[in-house]
């Protein structure tokens, strides 16, 4: 299926649809139900959660669709510098997330912490969502293969947090290795920052 699945790079316009297409894959994840309990706020809020990745993405990196538009890589290049802190959220999104304010907050503060220290290069795969009901087809995939093939031509390192133990071990095969401590949230699940040196051809 990878191989044969088209690959395109989405452009400004698509980033409301993509941002929703992001919040629909994670919903049900185990770190979007620590960030927000609440099932009906969580889904209200993500969609635009999720477009301040999407357009991150799209100005400082790319981000590869299927044709299908039913799953999204989002890469972030980064230049080997200081990457700038993550916001803290505008008053009136902490004013709607109420008590889960904090934790939304803590989440984006903890993969920034993990980050690799600045000095070399590399692309992170910020974001990598299927939609629900076409999960388990190869689409991710087929977005995965596609960009570490462009990595390894150009000599250049990966970088991501995998959501769950699972896909750890699914990055594993893809020559990813874990790059420092787990994250782990308070009281929640544990995340996995994960490093790829690019394979020379």
Request: proline share 10%; hydrophobic share 45%.
């Amino acid at each position: 299926m990878s191989s044969d699945t088209p690959i395109l790079t989405a452009g400004p316009d698509e980033a409301p649809f993509l941002a929703g297409l992001v919040a629909a894959a994670f919903h049900h994840l185990d770190a979007a139900r620590w960030q927000i309990g609440d099932e009906e706020l969580r889904r209200a809020v993500f969609p635009g959660y999720f477009q301040a990745y999407v357009a991150q993405a799209i100005e400082h990196g790319l981000v590869e669709i299927t044709e299908d538009r039913s799953a999204a890589a989002l890469w972030v290049v980064e230049d080997g510098g200081e990457q700038p802190a993550p916001p803290e959220p505008e008053p009136h999104v902490a004013a709607m997330l109420g008590p889960w304010a904090e934790r939304v907050a803590m989440f984006d503060r903890l993969l920034y912490e993990s980050l690799p220290t600045p000095g070399r290069p590399f692309e992170h795969l910020a974001i990598l969502a299927v939609l629900p009901g076409r999960q388990g087809k190869g689409l991710g995939t087929a977005l995965l293969e596609h960009r570490l093939a462009h990595l390894d031509r150009e000599g250049i390192p990966a970088y991501l947090e995998a959501s769950e133990a699972n896909t750890r071990r699914i990055y594993l095969n893809y020559g990813f290795v874990d790059h420092g401590e787990p994250i782990r949230f308070p009281d929640g699940p544990t995340m996995y920052p994960m490093w790829r040196e690019p394979v020379a051809l």
